[in-house]
């Protein structure tokens, strides 16, 4: 079992970049896939971004490809996102979720609570 616990949101215009980082307590952390998600006031929450376990597979929403990279550093037990190019439309709550099979594409079984990311025009 892991707790994911999100960090790095806050305020930046657009055009701009943040990291978000995604720190996992528990001790099989590397045997998870992690993604991210976010969800924008009035909203459904959409799928962003994927990892698999050793970081070999990744996957991204058509709407943040070619701008987000996903990456993870199993020894620091943390997945990262580093969002370049940032729109106001990428204003949400971003949230880390571990998925248990490993593969990033799976259930995903562990959220985090969110942080909050928000882009101004």
């Known amino acids: 079992q892991v707790q994911p616990v999100e960090s790095g949101g806050g305020l930046v215009q657009a055009g701009g970049s943040l990291r978000l980082s995604c720190t996992a307590t528990g001790r099989t952390f590397s045997r998870y896939g992690m993604g991210w998600f976010r969800q924008a006031p009035g909203k459904e929450r959409e799928f962003v971004a994927a990892?698999?376990?050793?970081?070999?597979?990744?996957h991204y929403a058509d709407t943040v490809k070619g701008r987000f990279t996903i990456s993870r550093d199993n020894a620091k037990s943390t997945v990262y996102l580093q969002m370049n190019s940032l729109k106001p439309e990428d204003t949400a709550v971003y949230y880390c979720a571990a998925d248990p099979s490993g593969t990033g594409l799976d259930s995903y079984d562990y959220w985090g609570q969110g942080t909050q990311v928000t882009v101004s025009s």
């Open positions: 990892i698999s376990w050793g970081g070999r597979s990744t």
